[in-house]
T-cell receptor, first 113, second 109 residues
Framework: GGIITQTPKFLIGQEGQKLTLKCQQN?????MYWYRQDSGKGLRLIYY???????QKGDLSEGYDASREKKSSFSLTVTSAQKNEMAVFLC????????????FGPGTRLLVL | QQKVQQSPESLIVPEGGMASLNCTFS?????YFWWYRQHSGEGPKALM?????GDKKEGRFTAHLNKASLHVSLHIKDSQPSDSALYFC?????????FGSGTKLTVEP
């Protein structure tokens, strides 16, 4: 088994601020993902990475940057936080891709004042 | 672009009852499908996957896939209060998983 750790659990930011979220996995999985979940809604893909130093944009990449410097970690940056924004950011990993189950972390809850 | 739609948005079933959740997808090239469950305050957890047409049973959970009609469903037999959660179906295209907007299931004791 393995675990995905996301830090911080809660993040409160100010409008216009640059905010960074971190994710670590010990599954030794190749592929990692960042999703955004708005209250009670489905998940939308922001970025994914199939290997160290690889980055692929999802449908929601505008306003975000990502970085995969090590196989085990994947970070996401909100480049300019939007006022009153509230969402949960979920990190996931899978062995490789298409037919492999994705395992999710507990999420980082973002609130922008 | 893949569109995944789930119905109903919410569902209430009595304890011991059967819950049936539905999902349609738009891309006929989709090959792999999952059902995920998310309890409040947690990340989603994979319940089961289905890759071939027909039924797949795991304990109280049965998934059904019909690629020709672009439809996948999940049936939960003998529903328990602990099954109360948000359920997502997801379809995979080229390393990307597309999620539906979810069905909120409430099992009343």
């Amino acid at each position: 088994g393995g675990i995905i750790t996301q830090t911080p659990k809660f993040l409160i930011g100010q409008e216009g601020q640059k905010l960074t979220l971190k994710c670590q996995q010990n599954f030794n999985h190749d592929t990692m993902y960042w999703y955004r979940q708005d209250s009670g809604k489905g998940l939308r893909l922001i970025y994914y990475s199939i290997t160290e130093n690889d980055l692929q944009k999802g449908d929601l990449s505008e306003g975000y940057d990502a970085s995969r410097e090590k196989k085990s970690s994947f970070s996401l940056t909100v480049t300019s936080a939007q006022k009153n924004e509230m969402a949960v950011f979920l990190c996931a990993s899978s062995m490789r891709g298409n037919q492999d189950t994705q395992y999710f972390g507990p999420g980082t809850r973002l609130l922008v004042l | 672009q893949q569109k995944v739609q789930q119905s109903p948005e919410s569902l209430i079933v009595p304890e011991g009852g059967m819950a049936s959740l539905n999902c349609t997808f738009s891309d006929r090239n989709s090959q792999y499908f999952w059902w995920y469950r998310q309890h409040s305050g947690e990340g989603p957890k994979a319940l089961m996957s289905i890759f071939s047409n027909g039924d797949k049973k795991e304990g109280r959970f049965t998934a059904h896939l019909n690629k020709a009609s672009l439809h996948v469903s999940l049936h939960i037999k003998d529903s328990q209060p602990s099954d109360s959660a948000l359920y997502f179906c997801a379809a995979s295209n080229y390393n990307v998983l597309y999620f539906g907007s979810g069905t909120k299931l409430t099992v009343e004791p």
